[in-house]
């Protein structure tokens, strides 16, 4: 299979805009801002649009179970749609400054103009999805996947309404953590994959296989993502440093500390995450308890689990050979990543 490029993925999205008129042009260019087609001050550019995984995962999929990604690129192009959108929300939801090394909309455009912006997007995403029928695809096809497309954004809805309301908690056990990422992040991640392949007109051992690759590797994705949230340099993240720490996030590796810090550790932690604000002194003293916890370690470990759960989830796949070692590559690469 010929290689992904972005740029192919960045004109399938493309074609979900529609014609602008000048009086909403600016409505537009605010998603290409977010989308990194455009700087702040609106002239194009080719700034950091993510890393275009979830695309990717749907395009491999198709071609994994013999299907054709050329068909599937409206579909792979709704899937980075909704992931934008749930971007441009969560900054919103989450007080965040920065994103993909820049500003993020809200915080140039307010937000009101962030929350149309973001339904936007999602609707861009909808729209995208129906241009399957354009392609060809068939319109039970099509009802059928747009269905499953919606099961996922409620998904990820729930998913961030867990998120938030772990914001007043402290007592989340590592179930009830798990329950959060598997909606707000694993769950787009084996749609990714389970809807390429069902595109691909996959079995349905194929298609159970490429689900379970993608939930499992979407779990480790988040819990990765939470070690970057605390541990990841600022310079290749895009997000500040110790962002999930300022922004008292109940990740694994705190989750982990709370219940296993000593009474002094435990009650210090408690105290720092139930302030309406943090200073900076309390970055280290978070950090040091961490260290005293053995939390990194601890929760490296869970993602190396859920990473190999997805190696051996690829394993059961039966299809076509090429495609399934770049999934087996990608799947390897990001154990550990450090973006
Ligand atoms: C519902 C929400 C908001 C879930 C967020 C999940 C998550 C890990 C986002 C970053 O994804 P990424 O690392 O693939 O981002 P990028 O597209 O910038 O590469």
């Not at 290749?236 to 440093?241: A, L, M, R």
Request: proline fraction near 3%; charged fraction near 20%.
């Amino acid at each position: 299979m010929k290689q992904i490029s972005d740029e192919s993925i960045r004109q399938a999205m493309q074609q979900a805009f529609p014609a602008a008129d000048a009086r909403v042009s600016l409505f537009y260019e605010m998603q290409e801002y977010h989308l990194g087609w455009r700087d702040a001050q609106l002239a194009p550019t080719h700034a950091d649009s993510g890393k275009l995984l979830r695309p990717r995962f749907c395009l491999l999929a198709c071609a994994a179970v013999g299907g054709n990604p050329e068909q599937a690129a409206p579909l792979a192009a709704a899937i980075q749609l909704l992931h934008d959108f749930s971007l441009i929300h969560d900054d919103i939801e989450d007080h965040s400054p920065t994103r993909r090394g820049r500003e993020t909309v809200w915080k140039l455009w307010d937000v009101p103009q962030a929350i149309n912006v973001g339904d936007g997007m999602f609707t861009l995403a909808q729209l995208s999805l129906f241009r399957l029928s354009d392609v060809g695809v068939e319109a039970s096809v099509v009802v059928e996947i747009a269905r499953r497309f919606n099961q996922t954004i409620i998904r990820l809805c729930e998913g961030q309404y867990l998120d938030m309301s772990f914001e007043q908690r402290l007592d989340i056990s590592e179930a009830d953590y798990l329950a959060m990422i598997s909606r707000k992040t694993a769950a787009l991640i084996a749609a990714a994959a389970g809807l390429g392949a069902i595109l691909g007109n996959a079995n349905r051992e194929q298609a159970t296989a490429l689900y379970n690759w993608g939930e499992a590797l979407g779990l480790a994705f988040q819990i990765e993502d939470d070690m970057l949230g605390i541990w990841g340099a600022e310079a290749v993240t895009g997000k500040p440093d110790a962002h999930d720490i300022w922004g008292r996030k109940k990740s694994l590796p705190i989750i982990h500390a709370l219940a296993h810090a000593d009474a002094d550790d435990g009650k210090t932690l408690a105290a720092i995450y139930q302030k309406s604000e943090l200073e900076a002194s309390d970055i280290p003293t978070v950090l040091a308890i961490l260290e005293r916890t053995g939390s990194q370690g601890y929760t490296a470990g869970v993602a190396k689990f859920y990473h190999e759960q997805a190696l051996a989830a690829l394993a059961d796949l039966q299809g076509e050979a090429e495609p399934i070692a770049e999934l087996h590559g990608l799947t390897k690469q990001l154990l550990g990543r450090v973006k």
